[in-house]
């Protein structure tokens, strides 16, 4: 399934327009636009939170991978946007990542280049980061005179500590893939000729995993990070997931030995 603007020949700006292909229970966003390092302009974070609404009322898909077309992943916001008089805040671009946070399926950024920006916190939006020994990393929020958003630096500070958020907003220092990696903003580097083989990989391992249980998990844990325990829903997810086919089927796959059949009920 690809889910794009209808058009009988495709304008220049629908060609970079970020992309959505569902394949059974993984889709992909794909990020289109290399000429400009992939950054996104308003009308792209429109497509964008379209695409999150479409795979979350889509109960089938379990994974959704960002990927990128060119040498950069994303460069953030198309701040050149912010001349026009139409133009959103760049808290619009914050509240597109926050949405990306908070989408059902487990996220998986492949992260084939260099990340800057908004580019980055979207990275740090995604449950797993999976990067090349290319990859490389900014924020010029401070150089370029721009408070960041307020989901941005939550997710910088959770993710990656007070220290660290500091040091890459304050000082707007670039880092390379061994120090993303070191630093937590990556969870692993591959190959570039591996990166999508990997994600793949990981892909479907995560969508073999039982359907409540993968998403309820993913969802509790991104909100305990932010300090919203929230204990009765919790319990009331444990009970639901005890009492689900899928548990008996993975205890008795257990028993088996065998892979599980997962059906989400």
């Known amino acids: ?40 302009s308003p009308s792209d974070l429109d497509v964008i939170r379209a695409h999150i609404e479409t795979v979350n009322a889509n109960q089938h898909v379990l994974v959704l991978k960002f990927v990128a077309d060119g040498k950069y992943f994303c460069s953030g916001y198309d701040i050149s946007s912010l001349a026009a008089d139409a133009a959103p805040s760049s808290l619009y671009f914050g509240d597109t990542v926050d949405i ?13 280049g260099g990340v800057y920006g908004g580019g980055t916190d979207l990275s740090l939006a995604c449950d797993f980061r999976i990067g090349v020994p290319e990859a490389n990393m900014f924020m010029p929020a401070a150089k370029l005179g721009l408070h960041f958003y307020p989901g941005g630096m939550v997710r910088y500070i959770t993710r990656l500590g007070l220290n660290q958020a500091k040091r890459l907003f304050l000082t707007c220092e670039k880092i390379l893939a061994p120090e993303m990696l070191s630093s937590g903003f990556l969870n692993e580097i591959v190959p570039a000729d591996a990166l999508h083989t990997r994600v793949d990989e990981l892909s479907a391992q995560l969508a073999s995993m039982a359907p409540i249980a993968l998403v309820g998990i993913k969802k509790h844990l991104n909100l305990i990070a932010r300090g919203e325990l929230d204990d009765a829903a919790i319990r009331a997810a444990v009970l639901h997931s005890e009492q689900s086919h899928d548990m008996k089927e993975g205890a008795l796959a257990w028993k088996e030995k065998r892979a599980a059949n997962f059906t989400g009920n």
């Open 100 to 112: 990306v946070e908070r989408a059902r399926p487990i996220t998986i950024a492949a992260i084939n």
């Open 1 to 40: 399934m690809s889910v794009s603007p209808p058009a009988s020949e495709p304008s220049t700006a629908q060609a970079t327009t970020p992309e959505l292909k569902i394949n059974g229970s993984i889709a992909t966003i794909r990020l289109r636009n290399p000429a400009y390092a992939n950054r996104l």
